[in-house]
């Protein structure tokens, strides 16, 4: 069963706009969230992470929300800009060292201009 | 400026063969993880290793295995190649507890 998911596989927003994109998990140990972006035949690059203490972590334009009762997370990004376009990866590790990293399947950000 | 290097970009192999796909990092880093991406599927984890000579199975271990002989150097092995192994495959590495993680570059890896 997935422990990471992003259910909406796809996203369009207008340039300018704010792109909002969804996270869920199931596993209560998990601690540490991360996302991801990445452009086809590339490795994914890190964007962002926050921390289970916190409930909100916030960079240039992007900014990550933590619900933790909901077991929920929400990468805002703001103004988005075409070169946003890509996959986005959401990410979330254990509070034990050694452990795993486990992606959600992506969602597809399209920014038109 | 951190680095995870993968041996090869792009890959051609046929059916049957034993492959073996090197990834290297130079930032000292105790874990290091293989994932496979395929559309619609995201990034799926094949194996990861937290320390040298160590090693977990993660969501599909199967038709693969791994070597972590030396801290920065982690290779996923295809036993037999198979075309439904055909894939993008992803390196990357991370401190002992994951608060980030950094990728390499990916192979492309077509069994034929």
């Known amino acids: 069963d997935q422990q990471v998911k992003q259910n909406s596989p796809s996203l369009s927003v207008q340039e300018g706009r704010i792109s909002i994109l969804n996270c869920d998990y199931t596993n ?6 991360l996302w991801y ?5 590339e490795g994914p690059t890190f964007l962002i992470s926050i921390s289970s203490i916190k409930d909100k972590n916030e960079d ?8 933790k009762s909901a077991k ?24 034990q ?17 | 400026d951190v680095k995870v290097t993968q041996s090869s970009r792009y890959l051609v192999k046929r059916t049957g063969e034993k492959v073996f796909l090197e990834c290297v990092q130079d930032m000292d880093h105790e874990n290091m993880f293989w994932y496979r991406q395929d559309p619609g599927l995201g990034l799926r984890l094949i194996y990861f290793s937290y320390d040298v000579k160590m090693k977990e199975k ?14 920065e150097r982690f290779s996923l092995i295809l036993e037999s190649a198979s075309t439904n192994q055909t894939s993008m495959y992803l390196c990357a590495s991370s401190p002992y507890r994951v608060t980030e993680a950094f990728f390499g570059q990916g192979t492309r890896l077509t069994v034929v």
């Open chain 2, 58 to 71: 993660g969501d599909i271990p199967e038709g693969y295995s791994v070597s972590r002989e030396k801290k």
């Open chain 1, 97 to 113: 060292a050694g452990t795993a990293l486990i992606f959600g399947k992506g969602t597809t950000l399209s920014v038109s201009s």
């Open chain 1, 37 to 41: 972006k990445k452009y086809p035949a």
């Open chain 1, 28 to 33: 209560s140990m998990f601690d540490y969230f």
């Open chain 1, 72 to 95: 929920h997370l929400s990468l805002h990004i703001v103004p988005s800009q075409p070169g946003d376009s890509a996959v986005y990866f959401c990410a979330a590790s254990g509070n």
């Open chain 1, 60 to 67: 240039g334009r992007f900014t990550v929300f933590l619900n």
